[in-house]
């Protein structure tokens, strides 16, 4: 394969330059990073045309994100790209923590077998956006401008007409729908004159991309004060083509100019890694980080994703996983409001689960930072308490943090959800709003039977309810949200649904979280529960529950 | 079940001198390291999240409003 990296995308002139009077077009994404691209697929899946405008002309030189996780990957198997990702990427599921020069533990991120992904799956950000853009160049619905920029955003009536610089000078055209994709140093959000709330960290890290050949398990390492990094952290992960992630921490005071020079870089690598071994640098850059995100990812027809609506620290993997989810999240809602299957009030939604995803998100990347990097004498006296109580006794390795690592937020306050009659505390990890879990079926794996819209599961080893079923069957694919109805009996999938001694029905959504469940086949609230699900029962609920649930939460702010 | 307050120790002061004795010949940082062992060790030993909160709260809160007499 070439280097995906020397790939230039050339301007074009569009269709829209030059008109007198600005068309109005359903859906502009700005930022054709892994959210913006990652949404316009969705879109496409769904038979939605979107423009896709970004300033940029290459693939980013470094490798930036770097770790998918299983729920990442799954979203893109549904998006049909699971496997060319999967396959060009480093698979691993062992990390291995050291302190000073003792290895304390490891640990294993999917002890379970019977998944069709693994925990993560490391690939350079350019190369999960270069699947990306060869799939969206084949489906033949999404506009990519290359070269362009937003420079000014007016709301109209429908949306905003939104006007780009082009190389050839400025054009004009009408949004319905604009998304903000457009990372940590959101042109949009400066545009809305929108305000990020929430911390900044003093401390500084070097990151650098190397290639080298060395035969070293594809494991991810983390370092807690080693002799090569005094009293600070280090962080090594393999990468597709023999490059490997090394991050290091350099505290609040260090020079950045003298940092980044290669020599200096260059003499970290071989204290870290030996001083014969032979690598060239792919990439140098230093950060540091924010925790923080938008009071709001709803700005009426403006909304926000990925970096552009919340920024973490990197221990946990959770920026671009947390990006793809949001645009996971955000599709299947604007295609409902788009096809005017859905009111408008649905995409409330998706501010409310992914406000409570990134403050999850949020939670976790900044406890690992903490912990990583304690500030003050008593925040040490802890950490460094944990790390030494670590190598003999299994209590403290529990709370060593090197990063909490990404996994599915449960929408568990959300209005979508609907009913759930399982006992209390029976099988948790299917509840409301939990991402379904995948698990191997006779055609092969759940989550691709499920598909793309709604689907009602009957998840029986026996099920002699047959003519139940086709009823309603019947019933739900006529209703004003169409329901699939798939009936599944393998014994790995019966048991993570709850389902070896009873059976249990559960609502799946588009995005293949559940929506609900119940131990007893009842077409009528499975309509329900889709219905209630796409928004259509939304406006009921607020006056009902008044302050409580997520929404309320959400606009508070 | 809420923290005990009423005496629990069968040798109060026989334990007292003993957390005093682990701390000999520390340094003040030493000190502060041996006690965020110590906590660590029984919060986990406790196990009761909320028991180990309200002596968190407890504690802290005869530092802030230290009782008047």
Known sequence: MTDVRSISFPYRRSADYGRRQPQTHPIVIVGAGPVGLVLALDLAAKGHRSIVIDKKSNLAAGSRAICWAKRTLEIMDRLGLGEVLASKGVTWQTGKVFFATRRLFEFDLLPESAHRRPAFVN????????????????????????????????????????????????????????????????????????????????????????????????????????????????????????????????????????????????RRVRAMLGADTAFGFEWISMYRFQSRRLARFRHGRVLFAGDAAHQMSPFGARGGNSGVQDADNLAWKLDLVLRRRAPESLLDSYD?????????????????????????????????????????????????????????????????????????????????????????????????????????????????????????????????????????????????????????????????????????????????????????????????????????????? | MPLKREPNLKDPDGLYAAILDAHADLSERESMALNARLVLLLANHIGEEAIVREALALARQSIDEPANN
Request: glycine letters at 8%; aromatic letters at 8%; one cysteine or more.
């Open chain 1, 123 to 266: 690939l350079q950000q350019y190369y999960f956006e270069h699947f990306c853009i060869e799939a969206a160049t084949g489906t033949g619905l999404i506009d990519l401008r290359w070269q362009e920029e937003v420079v000014g955003l007016e709301p109209t009536s429908d949306g905003t007409l939104i006007q780009i610089r082009t190389p050839d000078g400025d054009y004009r055209l009408v949004a319905n729908w604009v998304i903000a994709a457009d990372g940590a140093r959101s042109s949009i959000r400066r545009r809305l004159g929108l305000r990020f709330e929430g911390r900044v960290f003093d401390d500084q890290f070097l990151i650098c991309d190397i290639k080298m050949r060395m035969e070293r398990p594809a494991e991810r390492w983390f370092w807690f004060d080693p002799p090569f990094n005094r009293g600070r952290s280090a962080l090594l992960h393999k990468q597709a083509d023999d490059v490997w992630r090394l991050d290091f921490q350099l505290g609040a005071a260090a020079d950045r100019d003298e940092e980044i020079k290669p020599d200096n870089v260059a």
């Open chain 1, 352 to 557: 409310c689960e992914r406000i409570a995803a990134a403050d999850e998100n949020l939670l976790n990347t900044t406890r690992s930072t903490d912990f990583i990097a304690p500030k003050g004498a008593i925040s040490r006296a802890f950490r460094d308490g944990v790390l030494a109580l670590a190598a003999t006794e299994p209590l403290a390795r529990r709370l060593v943090n090197s990063g909490r690592l990404s996994v599915a937020t449960s929408y568990d306050e959300s209005p979508l959800n609907g009913p759930d009659d399982f006992a209390a505390g029976e099988c948790p990890s299917s509840r409301p709003g939990a991402a379904a879990l995948d698990a191997p079926v006779a055609a092969g794996w759940l989550l691709d039977a499920l598909g793309q819209g709604f689907v009602g599961v009957c998840f029986a080893r026996q099920h002699a309810t047959a003519d139940d079923l086709a009823r309603a069957k019947r019933r739900l694919a006529e209703g004003a949200i169409p329901v699939k109805i798939l009936v599944v009996s393998d014994e790995i999938a019966c048991r993570r649904y709850g389902a070896e001694r009873a059976p249990a029905y559960y609502l799946f959504r588009p995005d293949q979280h559940v929506a609900a469940r119940w131990r007893r086949l009842d077409a009528a609230a499975l309509e329900r529960a889709a219905e209630r699900a796409s928004g259509c029962a939304l406006g009921d609920r607020h006056e009902r529950e008044g302050s409580r649930g997520c929404l309320s939460s959400a606009s508070q702010t």
